[in-house]
């Protein structure tokens, strides 16, 4: 199993930035690729931006990129997601997923979500 915690979100002002950290723990070695999502109210939860864990293949959605980068630790054990340029409508929960890698049964893990609020 693989746990996942999310830290990091909170209240800004819109044009500011926000570090948002996901921490794997538990039986880690197995895991390919990590993604943050965010759902806001009365909306599907979409993709943000992911990152295999090499370090080496970085993906992020179009309203994101430029303003957002995906990085990963030295430890290989916590993904960042530094937001700058921050507008009103990156408001939502923000979630972590990991992935396994299907060879090792690509078994997939959520974090509880952390919550990101711009003011305008």
């Known amino acids: 199993q693989v746990q996942l915690v999310e830290s990091g979100g909170g209240l800004v002002q819109a044009g500011g930035s926000l570090r948002l950290s996901c921490t794997a723990s538990?039986?880690?070695?197995?895991?390919?690729?990590v993604a943050w999502f965010r759902q806001a109210p009365g909306k599907e939860r979409e993709f943000v931006s992911g990152i295999t864990w090499s370090g080496l293949a970085k993906d992020y959605a179009d309203s994101v990129k430029g303003r957002f980068t995906i990085s990963r630790d030295n430890a290989k054990n916590t993904v960042a997601l530094q937001m700058n340029s921050l507008k009103p409508e990156d408001t939502a929960l923000y979630y972590c997923k990991a992935s396994e890698r299907s060879s090792m049964g690509g078994y997939e893990y959520w974090g509880q979500g952390t919550e990101v609020t711009v003011s305008s």
């Open positions: 538990g039986r880690t070695l197995n895991i390919y690729y």
